[in-house]
């Protein structure tokens, strides 16, 4: 083979995941929900009517092949820019060239949560007199990322993972197209192979193309055409990497499935959600360390154990490390699904936080007042308090303890779960004694 005939090979080489991409409606994989039949978006393509939007969901849904086809449609032209390396000098050279140049003008900013508020701000006049139509692409919430100025005119739509039977949809496409995909190769592949293939995408299309462009390499010759073996699929798809996005909205999404599993009394729910996140890369310090929280959040004087065994296991991963360590966490995890439930102590230092802040600096009660030197006693610090030790059952009947404007108040309710039963008995008891020494005292 020549030196020229490779140049012209290279030349001609287009990715398997762009040769692939979607030309119309049609061919688009995945987000029925956006752009099925009879859906507003479809509708508004095909009418040729475009509008500025944000495309907001995980790689390989389609962001970027869904902004061309806004596009196409519209007839209009299509330009590009990355917020990772563009700058508002690029965003104005943009704007110029869509001034002087007629037709429309549709920009594909991806990354759009890189820029920050100011590149964000150059945008707002020029979407606002229709000199372009913007289209952002973010992997992350654009309520949390995005100006609310800018996102106030830009329609927010939400692109899902790819469901398995659209995966095999795109696999079974890409086998048999002689065009743009790989029919010419007559590849074929096991039911175990396909499965695997679907199983390391993992909602990914573009994933998806990339194995299969990788596998056909490594494809040995058959008298019919290729076979994709199952022995060489290791090589192909490496390390499995699941979608986590330490940091991101899928990062934060799954914590909170994991506590609220953990609220709600699943302990499957719970491992399940652990396993994702480690099997995702987090750090298992970190779930040990919200679990610490939930221990007294959720459970509190319902189970006071919680507390000690969820910090019992951090000491025991700190002594082990991974994978070691992370058995003790998951058996936290569990103890912690499975006890009784009880938020009264963080409802009652929420509910005491507030009095606190809303009344001021209220006086200590002289009674309870340090009283370290003979002038703190010669003003009455800590006259006529009395030493609970000393008085029967451990406990002063009818003695106040919260400043006098607060007396009555209460912050911690508990509930009728867990050790918290027999603690809401005993202060209900002791309330009721003092109550029937203030009663007799009047």
């Known amino acids: ?45 095909v009418g040729g009517q475009v509008h500025s939007m944000v495309l907001w969901g995980p790689p390989g849904t389609g962001k970027t092949t869904l902004a061309r086809m806004v596009a196409h449609y519209c007839d209009a032209r299509f330009q590009v820019l990355s917020a990772v390396t563009a700058g508002v ?17 549709v920009l594909f900013v991806d990354e759009v949560h890189r820029f920050n508020k100011a590149q964000q701000d150059g945008f707002l006049p020029h979407v606002e007199d229709g000199t372009l139509v913007l289209i952002g692409a973010t992997t992350e919430n654009p309520a949390f990322e995005l100006n609310n100025a800018l996102l106030s005119r830009l329609r927010v739509y939400v692109l899902k993972a790819l469901a398995r039977e659209d995966l095999q949809s795109l696999l079974e496409r890409v086998l048999s197209d002689c065009e743009r995909g790989l029919g010419r190769l007559n590849l074929t592949l096991s039911d175990y192979g396909r499965d695997c293939l679907l199983d390391a995408a993992d909602g990914d299309a573009r994933r ?5 462009e990788i596998g056909s390499q490594f494809a040995t010759a058959t008298d ?3 076979e994709l073996t199952d022995r060489v699929l290791p090589e192909v798809i490496g390390t499995p990497l699941r979608r986590f996005d330490k940091g991101g909205d899928l990062f934060y999404d799954q914590i909170s ?23 995702g890369g987090c750090d298992p ?16 004087n319902a189970d006071p154990r919680a507390l000690s065994l969820t910090l019992d296991a951090a000491q025991t991963y700190e002594r082990l490390g991974s994978p ?82 607060l007396q009555g108040q209460r912050f911690y309710y508990p509930v009728d779960r867990g050790l918290e039963i027999k603690i809401r008995e005993k202060l209900e008891r002791l309330r009721g004694r003092s109550q029937q020494t203030n009663n007799d005292d009047d």
């Open 285 to 300: 310090r970190y779930i040990i360390r919200r679990a610490i929280r939930m221990a007294s959040e959720d459970i509190g």
């Open 257 to 279: 499935a994991l506590h609220k599993s953990m609220r709600g009394t699943d302990p499957d729910a719970v491992l399940y959600w652990f396993a994702r996140m480690i099997d």
């Open 208 to 212: 998806l193309l990339n194995f299969l």
């Open 89 to 105: 000098k690029d965003v104005r050279e943009v704007v110029a060239q869509a001034k002087a140049l007629p037709g429309k003008l």
């Open 224 to 226: 019919n055409g290729h």
């Open 324 to 405: 070691e360590g992370e058995l003790a966490i998951a058996q936290a995890l569990v103890y912690l699904a499975c006890a009784p439930k009880s938020n009264a102590v963080y409802k009652g230092l929420n509910a005491a936080l507030q009095v606190a802040r809303q009344t001021g600096t209220q006086e200590v009660p002289l009674h309870l007042r340090n009283a370290p030197t003979r002038l703190a006693k010669e003003l009455g610090h800590g006259e006529k308090y009395r030493y609970a030790h000393d008085e029967p059952q451990g406990y002063v009947q009818g003695e106040t303890y919260l400043p006098d404007t």
């Open 1 to 45: 083979m020549t030196s020229a005939h490779i140049q012209t090979q290279a030349a001609d080489y287009r990715p398997l995941a762009e040769a692939m991409r979607p030309r119309n409606l049609e061919e688009f994989v995945g987000q029925s929900h956006l752009i099925g039949p009879g859906s507003a978006l479809r509708e508004a393509l």
